[in-house]
């Protein structure tokens, strides 16, 4: 039986209010939010900030194993540690958000 056209309005979620951190998933407002997220918790290591900068060449795994003088697993390891430090869950959104917070030219 098909659902009536006049069903009630859904009330509106307050999500728009408070959002959960990335790193411990406790409620904070919305404006500490976007600060969290625009700077990292902690500081990329020294081999973290050197496949960043090879990210930002566009070069792949592959290439920066090779470049590097190490696994593929290894830099696929400083890549995730990476996404999680700034916060943010792909490759281009690390070259966005390192460059906003200048760590890369």
């Known amino acids: 039986m098909p659902r009536s056209s006049t069903s009630p309005a859904r009330p509106a979620r307050k999500s728009d209010e408070r959002l959960r951190c990335p790193q411990c998933g406790a409620l ?8 969290a997220a625009k700077t990292p918790h902690e500081p990329l290591s ?3 900030f050197r496949v960043l900068t090879l990210l930002n060449l566009g070069l792949t795994t592959g290439e920066m194993s ?3 003088n190490v696994t593929h697993g ?3 390891w400083h890549l995730n540690h990476i996404f999680a430090k700034l916060h ?3 490759r281009t959104e690390a070259i966005v958000r390192a460059r906003e917070l200048k760590l890369l030219p």
């Open 28 to 35: 904070v407002p919305r404006a500490a939010a976007v600060a």
């Open 46 to 48: 020294q081999a973290q």
């Open 74 to 76: 290894t830099v696929r």
């Open 88 to 90: 943010v869950r792909n």
């Open 66 to 68: 090779a470049a590097l």
